[in-house]
Structure formats: structure tokens, C-alpha cells
């Protein structure tokens, strides 16, 4: 059942949302308020926003998922160009304050509004997708061994390419695309030490566009099959688009992050050259923490998906890949070891 916290913000009205968010990022709002009047979930994307294929959309879908099961309220926020921690904290606080719970911000970059926003609003639950500094009671954590995924997507890689050159592309040089890029190189050098692993990373920093520019991603990637790799992986957010197109106008096979990029939609005309997607189960751990919090039994600290959990893993929906029995093997053999603890991934 809802808690009682919920049921005293519940008065605000829609359109005061609206208006209290205007200066911070857009918003949308869906569903209908439940028989008490007090609303439900609230996301803040990272930069690239709804529509990025990969790993906003990931969240949106979590939010999808409970607002059709609990038949509340949601709404989900976009960023803004070059704003700052003080507008995410105004942002999610602004959600708070109009009676949303939980509030999570989708991203590392939402660290220090996720913590200064739940200092400001005990009573409501906040979460944070992709870090784990956050050390406040009522904020759940929701991380992910990318590792894990990412050294699976390195045999995939391996064992698919022909010239022995496979390519990284990584949005943006940072520790948590560091995990993606250690658990590829090593899933492929461990499956066979022959295949060399181009890597690149778009920026240093995401305010340069890092993921969220398909240019940059589709430049990178064609600078990496110019020297025979035969298979790119991509870690890089709305990025990765160009990084699939650009494999997909030269042959190559693409590996995709985050969502099974073969089924998106905006990439349809791609998805013959998507291999497989190294994903991870964000809208799992979007609907997970809403669900806790509509039990009653809010999730706080750190929330780990991996393997063992089901909540990293390897696509199947092309049916190249799905049908190639050696590959297949070779994956659960290396997925087994890894579950197992035989193989200790890296995570830089």
C-alpha cells in the first residue's frame, strides 16, 4: 500500500507541475491519479532524452510498466542544454514537492540533485540510475555490472569477426563507459588473443555531446572499420545510433548497449546489422524501486543487477545470432564461468 507521505502532497495539481518545471526541462505527464489523488512515478532523463533508443528509453519503459500496473500519475522530465547540478536538484525536488514518489534521476549526472533533493524531502524515495556515491536513507542506487554484459558482447565479437579487428566506441571517457570498454577487450582477448580491439572515446566530458551525437558515433565507428574492424560496439547513448548506421553502410556488424537495438524501432532499417545488444535491465530497475514504494517496502543503498540476477545479459532477437549454436555455446560456457566466479571480470 501507499504510504502515508504520499497521501499528504497529494493535492497539487497538475498544472502547477507544469509551470514549477518550465525553467528546468520539459515535461510530460500520463495516467490518471489513483482513488486517493496522490501520484506515482517521476523520471528525469539523462542527456539525449526519450528517444535515444538505448538507455533513456530503457527508463521510460519501467515507468510505462507501472503506471499501467498501478494506474497512477507519472511524468518524465527531459534536460536542458548546459544546465546545472542546481537546476536537476530544482527539478527533482519540483517533482517531489508536487507529490511524485519515487523520483529517480537516470544517470550519474543526477548525483548531486539526487542527494541534495532527498536531504530536502525525507519522506519521498529517490533513486539514481548508474551510481552508487549516494549514501542518504531514502535513495535506492540502481547500478548494474555492465562489465559482465559488455565481456559476453567481447566473445560474441570475437568469435563473429573475420578480419580479427573488432572496435570500441565509447561515449564518453568516464569510469562507468571504462567498465564497458575492460569487460569487451577482455571477453575478447580471453576467447581469442589474436583479435585486436580499436577503442574510442567521443569526449571527456558530456556537455561535449558525447551521447548525444550520432555524428560524432558514426565518424568514430567508420574511422575503426577503415581499419578492418568488422564488428563495433558501442557504449554512447543516442551516439551509438550513428555508430550502428555507419556499420550497417559498410557491411560490418554493429553490437548495441543498454536495449535490444534490434527491436527499436527508429532502427528498423538497421537491425540486419545489429549482431546483439549488451543490455541492462534499467526498466527492470525503474518499475522495481516504483513497485517497492507502491508495497509499501521502499528499496534503498545500492541495487545491483548482474548475471546472476538476469539483469545484464546478451540479446537473442536476431536470428543470425540466436540460431549459431557455437556462438551460443561459447557464451553460456563464458556466462556459467562468470556466474560461477571461475571468471573475474574487469571493470577498468
Not at 73 to 84: K, L, M, R, S
Not at 169 to 183: M, R, T
Not at 188 to 210: F, H, I, M, N, R
Request: glycine content about 10%.
Amino acid at each position: 500500500m501507499r504510504r502515508i507521505s504520499r497521501i499528504t502532497v497529494a493535492g497539487a495539481a497538475t498544472a502547477s507541475l507544469a509551470l514549477a518545471l518550465s525553467a528546468c526541462g520539459s515535461t510530460s505527464t500520463s495516467g490518471s491519479s489513483d482513488s486517493k489523488g496522490d501520484k506515482g512515478l517521476a523520471i528525469a532523463y539523462d542527456v539525449g532524452g526519450k528517444g535515444d533508443q538505448s538507455f533513456n528509453d530503457a527508463a521510460y519503459a519501467g515507468l510505462e510498466q507501472a503506471k499501467k500496473e498501478f494506474g497512477y500519475q507519472t511524468a518524465d522530465v527531459e534536460p536542458t542544454e548546459g544546465e546545472t547540478d542546481a537546476d536537476k536538484e530544482q527539478r527533482l525536488a519540483s517533482l517531489a514537492k508536487q507529490g511524485y514518489n519515487p523520483v529517480i534521476g537516470v544517470g550519474y549526472a543526477y548525483a548531486s540533485a539526487v542527494k541534495g533533493a532527498a536531504e530536502k524531502f525525507p519522506d519521498t524515495t529517490f533513486g539514481i540510475v548508474d551510481d552508487a556515491t549516494i549514501n542518504t536513507k531514502n535513495v535506492a542506487d540502481l547500478v548494474f555490472n555492465e562489465e559482465q554484459a559488455s565481456y559476453l558482447a567481447g566473445v560474441a565479437a570475437a568469435k563473429t569477426s573475420k578480419s580479427k579487428v573488432v572496435g570500441f566506441v565509447g561515449g564518453v571517457d568516464i569510469p562507468l563507459i571504462h567498465k564497458f570498454q575492460a569487460g569487451f577487450a577482455q571477453g575478447v582477448k580471453d576467447t581469442d588473443p589474436k583479435v585486436k580491439v580499436l577503442s574510442q572515446y567521443l569526449t571527456q566530458t558530456a556537455e561535449e555531446g558525447g551521447f548525444a551525437s550520432p555524428d560524432k558515433g558514426k565518424t568514430a565507428a567508420e574511422g575503426q572499420i577503415e581499419k578492418k574492424a568488422d564488428v563495433v560496439y558501442a557504449a554512447a547513448g543516442l551516439s551509438g545510433q550513428g555508430v550502428i548506421e555507419a556499420a550497417a553502410a559498410n557491411k560490418v556488424w554493429a553490437i548495441g548497449v543498454d536495449s535490444d537495438q534490434y527491436e527499436q524501432e527508429a532502427l528498423a532499417k538497421y537491425k540486419d546489422s545489429i549482431l546483439t545488444s549488451a543490455m541492462k535491465d534499467v526498466a527492470k530497475a525503474v518499475y522495481n524501486l516504483a513497485k517497492s514504494v507502491e508495497d509499501g517496502k521502499p528499496e534503498t543503498g545500492i541495487v545491483r543487477g548482474d548475471l546472476k540476477t538476469g539483469e545484464v545479459g546478451l540479446s537473442n532477437s536476431n536470428p543470425k545470432f540466436a540460431d549459431d549454436a557455437e556462438l551460443q555455446a561459447a557464451i553460456k560456457t563464458a556466462k556459467e564461468k562468470i556466474i560461477s566466479g571461475e571468471i573475474k571480470v574487469k571493470s577498468s
